[in-house]
């Protein structure tokens, strides 16, 4: 079982500087992609977005409940929390790593610094000649275009990486005896390999989040004479 959300809360007026001001704390979720969060080992949903005005009572803090990052699935989330004015405007906000249960005060708390790389992304220039074998593997992770001229049916595929939104080309060069390619099980709508000696089959594919490559057009085929 998931250890019990925990407590955060603030004296917006002590932030505000006015105990006649009444504000709003907001905490996000962030950094989950593209993955719905959920509390780690159950089907709750972990809420991206939550706020709580101040009490008009000045002595009441403002209260959010809240799951722990450590309690999260994906483990790479972290909480911005705003605080906002009467007019909607945001005078502070920080980045908090959260974890445990109990109740804390933000007050107490120290923000984090988050650093999030960008992705790799493969150099344009680089086509890779793909191993010819039963079972060739495309190197997403290192290239965006590749050529397979197979020396025997490929009768399984598979794609290793890939960034989701670029583009990637796929190409299959028959030579005098032509070989049968199965695509790799994550391609989407890909053209049917022409089996005819010299034969070119090529198709470009979108990279989704999924990391699906999904054919972005139709694909061309060319034959030698034809």
Not at 109 to 123: D, N
Request: hydrophobic share 40%; glycine share 8%; net charge negative.
């Amino acid at each position: 079982m998931p250890t019990p959300q925990f407590t955060l809360t603030a004296s917006l007026q002590d932030v505000l500087g006015d105990n006649e001001a009444t504000g709003t704390m907001r905490a996000f979720l962030c950094n989950y992609g593209a993955r719905i969060p959920v509390v780690a080992g159950t089907s709750v949903l972990a809420r991206v977005f939550q706020e709580a005005k101040q009490p008009t009572d000045a002595t009441t803090k403002a209260q959010l409940k809240l799951w722990g990052n450590d309690q999260i699935t994906p483990g790479t989330t972290f909480y911005c929390i705003q605080i906002v004015d009467a007019n909607n405007r945001v005078v502070q906000s920080s980045n908090y790593l959260l974890t445990g249960s109990g109740t804390f005060d933000l007050s107490d708390l120290t923000p984090i610094t988050i650093v999030i790389p960008p992705p790799i992304i493969p150099p344009n220039s680089l086509l890779e000649i793909v191993a010819q074998s039963a079972t060739p593997i495309f190197h997403a992770n290192t290239y965006r275009s590749f050529k397979l001229v197979p020396n025997q049916p490929a009768t399984s595929s598979s794609i290793v990486g890939g960034v989701p939104g670029l583009l990637y080309t796929f190409c299959v060069l028959q030579g005098g005896a032509p070989f049968p390619v199965a695509w790799p099980p994550n391609t989407v709508n890909m053209p049917d390999v022409m089996q005819v000696p010299f034969a070119m089959t090529t198709q470009v594919c979108m990279c989704d989040e999924n990391l699906n490559f999904v054919a972005a057009a139709g694909g061309t085929i060319y034959v030698p004479g034809s």
